[in-house]
């Protein structure tokens, strides 16, 4: 046993645990309950972080404590099993043979059977929950609460959202994984294609509000990103991997590799160009291009393969002014045949203005004013202020940037587009 009896070592030790083991666990016990009783094995995991959060500051941490959270885990399994067939004689009898199996010593560790059957567990759950009978909202919730261990508060900040809504969602999912009878079994043929979008358009989703919250006091949450990318990687590395997934994952890579450098000290937004390059992770940019070359095998071509080319030009470049924008526009050309969206589009003017001038860039942005779906968007009336203020135009750029600052956006995000004004402002 270990000697961080009742210090604070603990609690950071179980809360650790509990996020990257608690998922594993419970992906497991739902293979061994159903599906149907993805509650069961929730509480099973629960009470096993509830005992080690009892013991442990006390009796010393366990000096494999993965595994002793698993055995305990198992133990409350059989338990629950037990109680549940004394409660009703209808459920299936397997179960108890399944449960009651006595696992191996140290089995998160030292079985790279288990190991495997462990990740395959995890794999098919993130399926499960991104399943298209299920609402996307409602798969975000319930892959960031099954699978990586998030709980409903955390889940909740993340998407401005209050406790009860989220908790709701999350009860919707299960009662749906149980009327419509789901099941962990892995998809085939058109369908494994279906639901592999399903799940790539939720990773990414979960990436995304971590790379840049719409609203709030933090413009990034570091947990969601790495959540994400962790979950891609899982998907990456199983038998079902296609270039599109090496694609995503390269993309999240390059993204997250900038997160030390999107804001400063205090807490605001430091513009991609204004970056100081030498914060960015190098670690996780070579495994950006590990995965970029990855997805360049075999013909399909993505959307995640022209953001991830983006993202890789950005990285290849040692300071703002080598960044070949010639190349980025060629990308975003690709990008916008793929997936003619006004944000991409909005994007896209970005990099027209690097190369052929914030005029031009302006009539882009000209086209996206009456796009619905940019109607509450502040980055659009950013973007247009910014070119404004190059062209000299400052009266009107100051006017976008009131405007700007009258949509949804972060704090951080509020403070640069009042910086932005002040600026446009003074020399009005």
Request: net charge negative; aromatic share 6%.
């Amino acid at each position: 046993m270990g000697d961080l009896s009742a210090t604070p070592e603990t609690g950071v030790l179980l809360e650790h645990l509990f996020r990257h083991q608690s998922g594993r666990m419970v992906a497991h016990f739902t293979r061994l309950f159903g599906p149907a009783h993805l509650d069961l094995a929730e509480e099973t995991v629960q009470d096993a972080m509830l005992r080690a959060l009892q013991t442990w500051p006390y009796s010393g941490v366990p000096q494999n404590p993965e595994a002793w959270l698993f055995r305990v885990a198992h133990n409350a399994a059989i338990d629950a099993i037990r109680r549940r067939k004394r409660q009703d004689d209808k459920a299936p009898a397997e179960l108890d043979f399944a449960i009651l199996a006595e696992p191996r010593e140290d089995p998160l560790l030292q079985d790279p059977l288990l190991e495997g059957q462990l990740r395959d567990d995890e794999l098919r759950m993130i399926f499960m929950c991104c399943h298209p009978e299920i609402a996307r909202e409602s798969s975000v919730a319930l892959s960031l609460k099954t699978v990586g261990g998030f709980s409903v508060r955390e889940i909740a900040r993340a998407f401005l959202a209050d406790d009860a809504a989220i908790a709701q969602r999350l009860v919707r999912a299960k009662r749906q994984i149980r009327e419509r009878n789901l099941t962990l079994d892995m998809p085939h043929g058109a369908e494994l294609v279906r639901r592999l979008d399903s799940v790539l358009e939720v990773i990414y989703f979960i990436f995304n509000e971590g790379y840049t919250a719409h609203e709030g006091q933090d413009l990034i949450r570091r947990d969601l990103c790495a959540e994400a990318l962790r979950l891609g990687r899982l998907v990456a590395l199983s038998s079902i991997a296609t270039p599109r997934v090496h694609a995503l994952v390269a993309l999240m890579a390059f993204q997250a590799a900038r997160l030390p450098a999107r804001v400063d000290a205090a807490g605001d937004l430091v513009l991609l160009e204004s970056q100081d390059r030498r914060l960015w992770d190098e670690r996780l940019i070579g495994f950006g291009f590990h995965h970029l070359e990855l997805s360049m095998n075999g013909d399909e071509v993505s959307d995640y393969h022209a953001q991830a080319a983006i993202a890789a030009t950005h990285a290849r470049a040692p300071d703002a002014e080598s960044t070949d924008w010639r190349l980025i526009l060629e990308f975003y050309d690709q990008l916008l045949a793929m997936n003619p969206s006004p944000v991409v589009a909005l994007n896209r003017a970005v990099a027209v203005a690097k190369v052929r001038g914030a005029a031009q860039a302006l009539a882009e942005i000209d086209k996206l004013e009456r796009e619905p779906k940019l109607s509450d968007y502040y980055l659009l009336l950013a973007v247009r202020g910014h070119l404004l203020l190059e062209l000299g135009r400052r009266e009107e750029a100051a006017r976008e940037f009131r405007a700007a600052l009258e949509r949804p956006c972060s704090e951080p995000e509020r403070r640069f587009l009042i910086r932005k004004l002040t600026e446009a402002e003074a020399a009005c």
